[in-house]
């Protein structure tokens, strides 16, 4: 039984054992390792766990405090790679303190392991940088939070499957059973516990006597022993065990650790294991395969389309709610019936649809009105975004999709309240979303060029980089029978979970992986499967593993984001086509755009024509409402005569022009305005008509004079209602002016792109870093800057004390002399503080002093100081 004092993780106190054996330069206490480290590791430090400097802490010591909160440990643990994670459940489950060469013992075996041993120091200096571990090499500790956190313990097994050692398995049993044990072993009985412990401990830890005891154990005990070696090591038996159980209990291999529970102790479990903490040691991370190869070009083409498709895409769905979209739930997001309506005006599936309504409103495009009856609709940046070439369009959307942190994918699913989730709904952000899709992007950059992944094998590797939480913690064996064998756990391996294993589908992260690879291919970052160049260039100039191989940290700067935007844009622009200025006029009465149109072009003969079929080529048909429509919009056959001759490489046909013709003759000889609404029209027979007209009943049309008809409809019905019967009618003012109807194009007042939420604090930057280790080492020089005794003993055990008189005169030698001091002070709120200070001048009432707690020079009020005292002379 270990009887090693537990040292402090935060606070400078001794774990009890003397310099000699510790060494002197050894820590005895995480603020003490802290202390000795250089500023750049402490900056080192700050950055890797950032959460760490919200507040600054005041000093060494309260830094090591916060470093060891469960809170801080968990968020570091989870964000190590699975390797360093290893060495973290291999340390809990050492020795405390330990030693490097039983680390490598442990995670080596007994015939060891060359890649372990190039690995480990790596991720035992990961493990130093991040404070997680502390002490030499042959003194090293992990923090007590991480070690809580990993050991053994019935509630939550060691992820590697071990369970208590010996000593902590028999620490409530009594003295005469031990006894027992120890005697069944064949081992010779003691005089206490203590050291009849420490004889089975010794007894299964030597590898050639336990081997012998072994040798002698049942087949069934020895099979039992096989199913509990790799976790988890509970399980149950009855009271009257069977023999091949009850051999295993005389001799300790299994042990009682509550009423019906038992378990294996660790040390035989390590035999049984040949040494080896984890089944399978990960040192090294899983290499991306490459599952298909490609020209670069073909790879560059294909994206380049798809990205063109992408844009069209975009567009369209803001053109289809150009004069307002779909109302906004009372919940916030489009209903399931929106979507679905969506899907089939974008030709697409649902899940598609989403992703491509969560995009725009990633990059501002859309939002929502505000209005009593909420509506979404574009916002004036998708304006300035439509007059943008296509390549720096395109690079607005890919960037926004790489910081946004909506996830299009959790669209149809449920939350934690089995609540639908809906598309531009809540509960869409997920905070690991833009660093998965940086450090997928990450590694297809990794491949050769043109090349495309092996998907499975892009998860592992990010598996390994950053492991499901808990993935490795096991749970309790369920009951047995009657005199059977402690229950197996069958297929769960639970704390003995095989590293290997690849990703479960609900692993967040891996799913949106395989979102980041479908929606990379759908916006145009990737060709084929493999990365593109201008999808290479949206990432940083260097992109880094890291030590702990989390690889992209996902933090870029606005600026960074617009020069790789701007680069990829450069990338993508020769590989777009040019914009056309013409349609191929057919005599079927449709247009074909061999290509992109340029916007004007595009937009008139949106207006003129229906889009019929899109690809790489859009054809388009003339009908007799879409030429109305164009002259509802005012123009004139003459004018739709004009426009077609000018853009068309074809001569009209005559088909076309008699249907704009034919159109244009009908077109407004009908007048319709409000009465309710009335039909004027020079024509009597053609009003004759109307009335004669089955179709016209429900207008419920009268007769006013010849040539007008009144009816109960209003206008609009009047006018969609006389179209229906193959009419071509005109609305009229009040004037008797043809009044010209043109889409109302709805905007948003402006908005914003709604902001991705952090994972964690955010990083600092290098500025703030160097801050705040000067503030930190300035703190801590005040609080264990060696001090002269105090005259009068400080009321709060704290701050000095001296009267008004001695703490002037001490302040005025002080000046003299150039000597620092240590003062007490109470802020104008009442906040009192220990600093030290190098007085410069006393005068009126205040001291103008260097202050070595802040780093500056600062003015006391002399009232303020509580006290003042003499730094002692070191040495």
Known sequence: MSTQSQPTDSAGVSDGDTAAARGVDAPRSLAEALRSRADGALAGLLRARPDLLNPVPTDLTQLAARAGTRASVVRALERLDRFAQQVAEVLAVASDPTSYDEVLRLLGGDDGDADVEAALPRALATLHEQALVWGPDDRLRLVRTARELLAPAPQHPSPTGLGPTVAEATAGMSPTRVQDIVAAAGLPTTHDPVSAVQALTALFTDRTRMSALLDEAPAESVEVLSRLVWGPPYGQVTADPARHLRWLLDRGLLLPTAPGTVVLPREAALHLRAGRAHRAPEPTPPPVEGAREHRPQVVDATAAGQAYTALATVEELLKDWDEGGPTVLRAGGLSVRDLKRTAVALDTSEPLAAFWVELAYAAGLLASDGEADERYAATPAYDAWQELPAAERWAALATAWLAATRTAGLVGGRDGKDRTLSALGPHLDRSAAPEVRRRVLALLATLPEGTAPVPESLLARLGWERPVAGRAQGAAAAPGGSGSAPSSPGSTRGGAANPSDSPTPRDLRSRIARWTLNEAELLGVTGRGALSSHGRALLPDAPGTGASGTGVDGAESLAERGVAAARAARLLAPLLPEPLDHVLLQADLTAVAPG????????????????????????????????????????????????????????????????????????????????????????????????????????????????????????????????????????????????????????????????????????????????AVRAIRAGDLASTAPRKEVPTSPSDGRL?????????????????????????????????????????????????????????????PLHRVTGVAELADEG
């Open 596 to 771: 992109p149109l340029e916007r004007p072009l595009a937009d008139a003969l949106a207006v003129l024509a229906d889009v019929e079929s899109k690809g790489g080529a859009t054809v388009y048909r003339f009908t007799p409402g879409s030429v109305r429509r164009a002259l509802d919009a005012g123009q004139s056959a003459s004018d739709l005569h004009a426009f077609l001759a000018a853009h068309s490489r074809t001569p009209v046909p005559q088909p076309l022009a008699y249907l704009i013709d034919d159109v244009a003759r009908k077109h407004g000889h009908l007048r319709i305005g409000a009465a309710s609404a009335y039909v004027r029209c020079d024509d009597e027979a053609l009003l004759n008509e109307i009335m004669a007209d089955k179709r016209a009943q429900s207008l419920r049309l009268r007769r006013l004079a010849p040539t007008v008809l009144a009816a109960q409809a209003d206008p609009g019905a009047l006018l969609d209602g006389l179209r229906a019967m193959g009419f071509a009618p005109a609305a009229e003012s009040a004037e008797g002016d043809v009044l010209i109807t043109r889409a109302h194009a709805h905007r948003t007042p402006p908005r914003s792109a709604p902001e991705p939420v952090p994972d964690g604090p955010p990083l600092p930057g290098a500025t703030l870093v160097d801050a």
């Open 800 to 860: 000095p004390r001296t009267t008004a008189a001695e703490t002037l005169a001490t302040m005025q030698a002080a000046v003299l002399t150039g000597e620092a001091l240590w003062i007490g002070y109470v802020n104008a709120e009442g906040a009192a503080s220990q600093r030290v200070i190098a007085p410069v001048r006393v005068e009126g009432g205040f001291v103008t002093a260097y202050d070595h707690t802040a780093d500056e020079v600062r003015t006391y």
